[in-house]
């Protein structure tokens, strides 16, 4: 039986899916000696996801910049506390790598917050906005997409919580892993289905 895709998701239907987090392994990333070593193992291996985190703004004309960045394997999730490390060296040349596919979601907007923390050329990023278009779907959302292609809901709740705190909570953690383990997952699925054809797509009534 092929698989049911829509070209655009009911989000009505989201709250009653079943919950999906990472269940993998979460290091948080607070020194340059830290990060040099998180990216030698984050470059060895064969795809990661990866996304951004920015602490809130509720005052009209102040913005942050982008506080975290995290990138996940399979298995474990490096989150790179960017508020206080900055653009350093390792995260630079982790950005900049060709070599190991990177899976985002509206990762344009990613690249224009991290430049504001220091100039680099971007490597090898894939965005999965563009990759669905491909196969007719239409939503551009995380949480729409995962419960679109695996009929699982990701929770949003921390997202408006503050990324710049002194110490992340197990929520935020996990939070922010499970949104960049998701582009790795989704992405596969997407080239499974891609090279199969194993899917019908639906389009919805306008």
């Given at each position: ?199 019908e797509l639906l389009k919805c009534e306008?």
């Amino acid at each position: 039986m092929k698989k049911v895709i829509h070209n655009k998701f009911d989000k009505t239907l989201i709250p009653s899916l079943p919950r999906i987090t990472f269940d993998g392994r979460v290091v948080v990333v607070l020194s340059e000696m830290e990060a040099e070593r998180a990216v030698n193992y984050l470059l060895s291996q064969p795809i990661l996801g990866v996304d951004t985190e920015t602490r809130p703004s509720f005052t009209r004309g102040r913005l942050y910049k982008v506080a975290l960045l995290q990138v996940s394997t399979h298995e474990v999730c490096f989150l790179f506390r960017l508020n206080l490390l900055g653009l350093s060296p390792s995260v630079k040349r982790l950005l900049e790598d060709v070599t190991v596919p990177k899976i985002g979601l509206s990762w344009h907007d990613d690249t224009m917050a991290l430049r504001k923390l220091g100039d680099f050329e971007s490597g090898r990023f894939i965005d999965l906005q563009n990759q669905v278009k491909e196969i007719g779907v239409e939503d551009m959302s995380l949480q729409k997409l995962y419960a679109n292609f695996f009929g699982q809901r990701i929770s949003k709740r921390e997202r408006l919580t503050n990324w710049e705190a002194d110490i992340l909570n197990d929520k935020q953690k996990t939070y922010a892993a499970t949104d960049a383990w998701a582009c790795i997952m989704l992405y596969e699925e997407l080239m499974r289905l891609e090279q199969t054809g194993d899917y019908e797509l639906l389009k919805c009534e306008e």
